[in-house]
Structure formats: structure tokens, C-alpha cells
């Protein structure tokens, strides 16, 4: 059976942390294993909370550092004596930040009443390996949700310098993509898809048709093509130039960060061209269910060809079609929610046009019981099933 204490080591900070929504699915599922799960956010340390995280320098000051944040999730905030990323650069301090955790962790199990048996280790990225020393004996989980790239493609070496060094010690490798799990998942013990997600309940809102455009969307004429993610150096500006150039009678929709760049910069001020700005996660489908189809304009590069994009499950909840970058696991999907055309401007305005037929409340009552199977909480039953059965297997 699964241990009944699950600690999670996230990425990135725990504000900023794309999976939230599964660790949330994974905390709820856990319950019907007696299982009890614990987010640990980034460690603090002397040097960079003061330098880089200036708005959590309050919890140094806070006695418990725990945030309950549902019924069987907590949010811990350690300390450690230097951030991982710098950690292991310096011989002597790993071993001092694994010292730092073991002991926080002896404190808390003492707060929380939590049972002696060492807990499973969930990280997601390879610095993050270490932690699969916390505890002898410990079950490990690593969890890859990104081939190694920043948003901007660049190689993060370091990560590729760690992986392999903890593939004897995890347990379950899991990846978003099944290109992820094909290109790694043979070097570890047991592996499978994992996958992206959202959240039952944007699930609900978008296939039931109940929700309400925002006003700021409302107020672009159709036929409306949308992005929302996030606006980085990845898109294909030159594909997306040709597009809203040609196009005059469509209106391009964004939403999301600008990381590097900005869709002025890339786009211009063309009238069919519309930047929305940043939107809350949770009025993300009030912008979603206004497109008229969907666009995730990405260049293709080993980032795209490994990815699982969240986006597309969401516009496939509502029934609006998509056309996007070739990605392996979109091949899986009925062309009529998503099209992967050619790099070519011609190509992909006849895929625009094409989705632009389609009929959104047909495509939900068709389509969505194969979407809701892409949910965090059916992701997380499934993960979970499988890391109980791997520590059957372990145990026998």
C-alpha cells in the first residue's frame, strides 16, 4: 500500500506551480488510501529568500510554517542552509540541507501525529533528486513535466546532468507525454503516462455550457481565434504575423503573461489584434468558452514535439475545435477538436476556417466524456493506482 504520509517537492514556488491542480487531485485521492499529503514549498534559505523571495521572508517568523489548504493537503515552508539549485555546487552542503529537512520533518511528524514509517518522496525536477536521500527505505516518485527547456527553449543542462544519477533511486517515473515516457521511461524500474489536466470543476463549467463570457471578450466581434498561455518567444510569431495579416476579417484573442516578449512588439497595433492580459486561473474559462476555436501557434522544437497542452483539454471541454502545432500526443484526438496543420500560413488559415463550422454544444455532448478522463482528479486515481500497485510489487 501506499505510505500514509506523501511529501510533494514542487518545482517552483508553490504560487507559481503549474500542477497545483493535481497536487490538490493527488491529496484527495490519497484518502481512500489512508494517506496523508504534504506540499513542501521551495525551502527557505539565508541567502535567497532575502535576495529573490522577499514575499515570503514573513514565514521566517511563523512558529508552524503550515498553510492548511484542504482537508488532507498542507503547505509546509522548511528552511535549508543553501537553495538546491546552488546547493550541490558546493561539496558539504547537500548534505547539510538533507540534515536541515530530516530534522524539520522529525518536528513536524511530532505536530502532526504523522506515523513513523518513512514517507514517499515526490519531486518533479532532478536537482530535487537528493531528496530521494531524506528518508532509507523511502518510496520515490519522479515526475517530468518538461523535456529539460525553459519557455524560451533553452537547454536547462543542469537538469540534464542530474537525471540519470537518480534513476537507481526512484521507484515510479512517471511523464506527461507519452513521447516524455518513451524517450526516458526505460531506464527506471517502472514507469507510465501521467499527464496534464484541469480541474473537474472548470471540467463541469465549460462542458455543461454554463459559463458566462467575460464582458472584455464579449466585446470582440467573432469569429474570435484565442490563445491563452503563456506569450514567450516560443510561439511562432512569424507563422501568427502572416496570419492577422491575411486575415482581416478574424480577431486574434491573448491572454496570458508576456515573458520576453509582448504581443505589441510581435503583432503590432493591428485592430484584429487583441491583448487581454493576465487572467486569474479561475475566470480562465470565462474567456476560453468565448473563442470560436482555439490556437496553440507554437514553433516546433523538442518542447513542442514532447508536450501535453493544458490549454487543449480545456477549449475541448467547452467544444470549441483547435488548431495547433504538431505535437505527438495530439495525433491521439478526432480532428474535429483538434487540426495539426503544416508550417505554412495557407495551411493554417484553411485549418482556422475549417474549425470555425463547427457546432460547440455537438462537440461537448460527443467529446465529453473523453475530455473528463483528462481531468486532474481521473489523472490522479490513475497515478495512484499504479504507485499502489508498484509498492505491492516492492513489498512481495
Not at 527553449?153 to 543542469?158: K, L
Not at 474567456?287 to 522544437?301: E, M, T
Not at 493554417?348 to 463550422?357: K, N, P, S, T
Amino acid at each position: 500500500m501506499i505510505p500514509r504520509t506523501i511529501l510533494i517537492f514542487p518545482k517552483t514556488e508553490w504560487d507559481s506551480f503549474t500542477r497545483r491542480g493535481e497536487v490538490y487531485a493527488l491529496a484527495q485521492a490519497a484518502k481512500e488510501y489512508g494517506s496523508r499529503v504534504i506540499a513542501v514549498n521551495r525551502p527557505l534559505c539565508p541567502l535567497t529568500t532575502l535576495t529573490t523571495k522577499r514575499h515570503r521572508w514573513r514565514e521566517w517568523f511563523s512558529e508552524s510554517k503550515l498553510q492548511h489548504l484542504s482537508d488532507n493537503l498542507i503547505l509546509a515552508s522548511p528552511g535549508y542552509w543553501l537553495n538546491d539549485n546552488l546547493s550541490w555546487r558546493i561539496p558539504g552542503i547537500e548534505s547539510l540541507n538533507i540534515w536541515a529537512l530530516r530534522s524539520w520533518y522529525s518536528r513536524l511528524t511530532r505536530m502532526l501525529s504523522l506515523s513513523g514509517e518513512p514517507p514517499l518522496i515526490w519531486y518533479y525536477h532532478p536537482v530535487q533528486g537528493y531528496t530521494t536521500k531524506l528518508f532509507p527505505g523511502s518510496f520515490n516518485v519522479y515526475e517530468m513535466y518538461d523535456p529539460f527547456r525553459s519557455q524560451t527553449g533553452q537547454i536547462d543542462r543542469t537538469a540534464l546532468q542530474f537525471e540519470p544519477g537518480y534513476r537507481d533511486r526512484v521507484d515510479c517515473f512517471f511523464a506527461v507525454s507519452p513521447s516524455l515516457t518513451e524517450h526516458y521511461g526505460d531506464a527506471y524500474r517502472s514507469h507510465a503516462v501521467s499527464g496534464n489536466g484541469i480541474s473537474r470543476r472548470a471540467f463541469c463549467t465549460l462542458n455543461s455550457g454554463a459559463a458566462i463570457p467575460d464582458p472584455r471578450i464579449e466585446r470582440i466581434p467573432h469569429p474570435r481565434i484565442g490563445y491563452a498561455g503563456v506569450i514567450a518567444e516560443r510561439l511562432n510569431w512569424k507563422l501568427l504575423k502572416a496570419l492577422v495579416t491575411r486575415c482581416g476579417d478574424l480577431n486574434f484573442v491573448f491572454i496570458g503573461s508576456e515573458v520576453g516578449t509582448s504581443v505589441h512588439k510581435e503583432l503590432g497595433d493591428r485592430p484584429n489584434v487583441h491583448y487581454l492580459g493576465v487572467v486569474a486561473q479561475d475566470r480562465v474559462p470565462n474567456f476560453i468558452c468565448g473563442f470560436d476555436v482555439g490556437l496553440l501557434p507554437y514553433q516546433y522544437n523538442d518542447v513542442i514535439k514532447y508536450a501535453n497542452p493544458l490549454k487543449f483539454f480545456e477549449t475541448a471541454a467547452a467544444g470549441i475545435p483547435s488548431v495547433a502545432a504538431t505535437m505527438d500526443l495530439l495525433h491521439h484526438f478526432p480532428a474535429e477538436l483538434i487540426v495539426n496543420p503544416a508550417d505554412s500560413a495557407d495551411e493554417w488559415e484553411a485549418a482556422i476556417r475549417q474549425q470555425l463550422v463547427s457546432d460547440p454544444s455537438l462537440l461537448r455532448k460527443k467529446y465529453g466524456s473523453l475530455i473528463e478522463e483528462y481531468t486532474w482528479e481521473a489523472i490522479a486515481k490513475r497515478v495512484l493506482a499504479l504507485v499502489a500497485k508498484t509498492t505491492r510489487t516492492s513489498a512481495e
